[in-house]
């Protein structure tokens, strides 16, 4: 069967490149291997009733241009902000509470600190001055320092080198949170170990680092940007769960008239004399097309799926420069009642339900933590962030029972001893366990639990080594470089096959940025006059997000 473009991957990535496509009048095919579309950003009923956010559980990055673009709202996706955003409770008994309402931010820091609660309006305000230079590039193709002189890429550093520049003696500031340790940031700014401590849990999501170690201050940065609502900074639930992005996508794309198949598992990219012709399936159904857009990780694109052989050798060894190590398990876990934190009793919905529990009560235990992570042993005392969007969105559960999401650090994926197979209910009761202490209602509360080890989001969601991003966001695999140098543009040494998913610019989250594609490029794929508005084509950049993304 011939299609005018194929997209390996079902994820929210790869049915925002589909989407765009099929409105720009091209005959697309999105091939998923699993029974559910979204990949990282799915919604599944676990357990009868509980629509769960398997992997990805709030939103903030999904941009709103897609959002605009796809009318993804007539699609049924929908944002819930929330408030407070945060809820640590400490050993002492004692909680802090914050954002987005700036007053009550600034009481529950003054309950610290009252100089940490001046101070958190000025680091915010340094962080916002990085991302006026930093976010408008996510949306961008990265330019190429390597390509012509008097190219495009050459007028976007130029306009790049100005940005940075009008940031005068702030430029320093910037460079240390793309390429710094976030500890050492927050460490100046602040004095209350308490709300160090919140802020630092941001720098280590999905990477096995503490936040000591240079390249975590950008983690933390990523984790400010993106927008709920249109009020910056600001994560949300979605409603129905995550899934709400992907399905949205997928209705927009299927309207646009591309068809997508789940059930169908890629296994390999078809080429001929250096070009692509199309996919064949693990059951050996082929299909043709010239364009072939990849939403799945390097490691599976390029090992995997083609004979690494044909691909040049300096590409190949970027490709095995690829850190794919991580430190993640996630577990999902039904509830008759919401928690009763010793700190802020209660079991209705309260402010201490909406937002993220952070559990890491001090620097030490961060650090103690990563250490066991080091040694190939998951942490003896974990980190645990948990959200229970059943305190805001009353569509997840039956009536009266919540969900909390625990995402847990450090879980090394390769272990020293065992198997992850072997030792996930031990670890899950020592999570259990440690939520305990601070809600004494917890463990005779749960109804169900489902542990996915690192092994799980490899075996599950085809994430390499476990990897959440695709591939580690370290600064040598970032924006130009991302995945390797001068193939940042989406395209690949393969002509014809491309890159949509989080391993390309700008990485991780469930973004779906999108870009200007010139109608040159475009024409790759025939005709593209039927898209508008011309020069410059609105496609999702990994094409053509990750191209969502
Ligand atoms: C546990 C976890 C928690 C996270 N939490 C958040 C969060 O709260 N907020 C946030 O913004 N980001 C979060 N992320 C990151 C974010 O979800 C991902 O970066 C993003 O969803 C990636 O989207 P994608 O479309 O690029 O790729 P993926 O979601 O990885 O999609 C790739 C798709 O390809 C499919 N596939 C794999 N192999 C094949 C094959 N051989 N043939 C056909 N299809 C194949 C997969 O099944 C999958 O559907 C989280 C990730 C994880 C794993």
Redesign the pocket.
């Known amino acids: 069967m011939k299609y005018d473009a194929i997209i390996?991957?079902?994820?929210?990535?790869?049915?925002v490149t589909a989407a765009y496509l099929a409105k720009a009048g091209k005959k697309v095919l999105v091939?998923?291997?699993?029974e559910v579309?979204?990949?990282?950003?799915v919604t599944e009923e676990v357990w009868p009733g509980f629509k769960v956010s398997t992997?990805?559980?709030?939103?903030?990055?999904l941009r709103p241009e897609i959002i605009k673009d796809l009318e993804l709202k007539k699609h049924g996706f929908e944002m819930l902000p929330r408030s407070p955003s945060s809820f640590s409770p400490f050993p002492d008994g004692r909680y802090l509470m914050m954002g987005p309402d700036k007053e009550m931010t600034h009481r529950e820091i003054s309950k610290f600190s009252k100089k940490d609660a001046e101070n958190l309006p000025k680091y915010e305000a340094m962080l916002e001055r990085v991302a006026s230079i930093i976010e408008p590039l996510l949306d961008q193709t990265p330019p190429d320092p390597w390509g012509g002189l008097l190219s495009r890429d050459t007028t976007r550093l130029i306009q790049l080198a100005m940005k940075v520049r009008s940031l005068g003696p702030a430029g320093a500031e910037a460079a240390e949170v793309l390429t710094g340790a976030a500890w050492p940031i927050l460490d100046r700014w602040f004095e209350s170990e308490q709300l160090k401590v919140t802020l630092a849990t941001d720098a280590v999501i999905?990477v096995q680092a503490s936040p000591t170690m240079p390249g975590t201050a950008y983690v933390l940065f990523h984790h400010v940007m993106g927008e709920c609502n249109g009020v910056r900074g600001v994560w949300g639930y979605v409603r129905g769960g995550?899934g709400g992005i992907s399905n949205a996508i997928a209705a927009a794309a299927q309207q646009a008239g591309a068809e997508i198949r789940t059930r169908?598992?890629?296994?390999k990219i078809l080429t001929k004399e250096g070009k692509v012709t199309g996919v064949a399936l693990s059951d050996g159904t082929e299909f043709q097309a010239p364009v072939v857009a990849s939403?799945?990780?390097c490691h599976?694109t390029f090992k995997k799926?083609l004979d690494p052989k044909i691909l040049p050798e300096d590409f190949q060894a970027a490709i095995d420069q690829i850190d794919y190590s991580s430190a993640?398990l996630?577990i999902n876990v039904a509830l008759e009642e919401l928690p009763n934190f010793t700190a802020l009793p209660g079991t209705g919905p309260g402010p201490q339900h909406r937002g993220t529990v952070h559990i890491c009560p001090s620097f030490d235990y961060l650090e103690q933590a990563y250490d066991d992570a080091k040694y190939g042993r998951p942490s003896k005392s974990p980190i645990l962030e948990c959200t229970m969007a059943s305190a805001v969105d009353d569509t997840l559960t039956p009536a009266g029972k919540h969900l909390m999401s625990m995402?847990i650090q450090y879980a090394p994926y390769k272990l020293r001893e065992g198997t992850w197979d072997d030792i996930k209910e031990q670890f899950a009761d020592r999570c259990f366990d440690i939520l305990n202490e601070y809600a004494p209602n917890f463990k005779k509360s749960v109804i169900a639990r489902q542990i996915?080890t690192p092994l799980d989001?490899e075996r599950t969601?085809?994430?390499t080594g476990g990897n959440?991003?695709?591939g580690a966001m370290s600064l040598h695999k970032m924006f130009f470089l991302r995945p390797a140098a001068g193939y940042a543009n989406y395209r690949t040494p393969i002509k014809g096959l491309y890159l949509c998913?989080?391993?390309a610019h700008p990485?991780?989250?469930?973004?779906g940025p999108v870009d200007e594609m010139p109608p040159e490029k475009f024409s790759r794929i025939k005709s593209a006059k039927d898209f508008s508005p011309p020069p410059w084509q609105r496609v999702s950049t990994r094409i053509a997000?990750?191209c969502?993304?």
């Open positions: 390996i991957g079902g994820g929210h990535n790869g049915l091939l998923e291997r699993r579309l979204g990949g990282c950003c992997a990805a559980y709030v939103n903030s990055l999905g995550m169908s598992e890629v296994s939403g799945v990780d599976l799926f993640t996630k995402f996915i989001l969601y085809g994430l959440i991003f695709q998913g989080a391993a990485g991780g989250g469930s973004w997000i990750l969502s993304n």
